[in-house]
């Protein structure tokens, strides 16, 4: 079993849809959550870092924190097409290296 | 622009040649990682560097790969004898090592071997 899974998608939404991507773990010594946006043939990106259970908002962005049942959530409200991208999750546990999720691919539709 | 940065962004070449990719970090930043990205996955984690010591080395890291940070500033990868499985994307990331060590990545160098 991989430490942290991720649905890769694709997901395909219509410009203005709230958006839902979702990780899970399975070690708990994991600390901190980060959310990555990776466009096409570029590098990872960071959106927003969370370390409690709990919500953190940042414009139309909201991770989402819950310990208790290994899970994180990025929400997006309103999303635009230039929201098209590949979101990877990453998870440290207060060691050198973070590890990622696979990616999901989102794809917001004019 | 102050963000990290690799060159060259894209290398192709053919099986058995050597390939060296070079990645200087945000100026302040102690730490260095470099990760490796192939299709639908994401960044596997190489080895890192705090200053110029190479303090971790993933078993993904064949003999045939070797990463050094002379003076602790820019850092180099070289692949040697290539093979198709090498092809993927190698990005480095930098952090400074205090609290959350946020990575920053920089755009990655895409490998293309023939």
């Known amino acids: 079993q991989k430490e942290v899974e991720q649905d890769p998608g694709p997901l395909s939404v219509p410009e203005g849809a709230i958006v839902s991507l979702n990780c899970t773990y399975s070690n708990s010594a994991f600390q901190y959550f980060m959310w990555y946006r990776q466009y096409s043939r570029k590098g990872p990106e960071l959106l927003m870092y969370t370390y409690s259970s709990g919500n953190k908002e940042d414009g139309r962005f909201t991770a989402q924190v819950d310990k208790s049942s290994k899970y994180i959530s990025l929400f997006i409200r309103d999303s635009q097409p230039s929201d098209s991208a590949t979101y990877l999750c990453?998870?440290?546990?207060?060691?050198?290296?973070?590890?990622f999720g696979t990616g999901t691919r989102l794809k917001v539709l004019a | 622009d102050t963000g990290v940065s690799q060159d060259p962004r894209h290398k192709i070449t053919k099986r058995g040649q050597n390939v060296t990719f070079r990645c200087d970090p945000i100026?302040?930043?102690?730490?260095l990682y470099w990760y490796r990205q192939t299709l639908g996955q994401g960044p596997e984690f190489l080895t890192y560097?705090?200053?110029?010591?190479?303090?971790?080395k993933s078993r993904l890291l064949s003999d045939r790969f070797s990463a050094e940070r002379p003076k602790g500033s820019f850092s180099t990868l070289e692949i040697q004898r290539t093979e198709q499985g090498d092809s993927a994307m190698y990005l480095c990331a930098s952090s400074l090592a205090l609290g959350l060590e946020t990575q920053y990545f920089g755009p990655g160098t895409r490998l293309l071997v023939l």
């Open positions: 990453a998870m440290w546990k207060g060691t050198y290296k973070y590890i």
């Open positions: 100026s302040e930043h102690n730490r």
């Open positions: 560097f705090q200053n110029e010591a190479q303090l971790e």
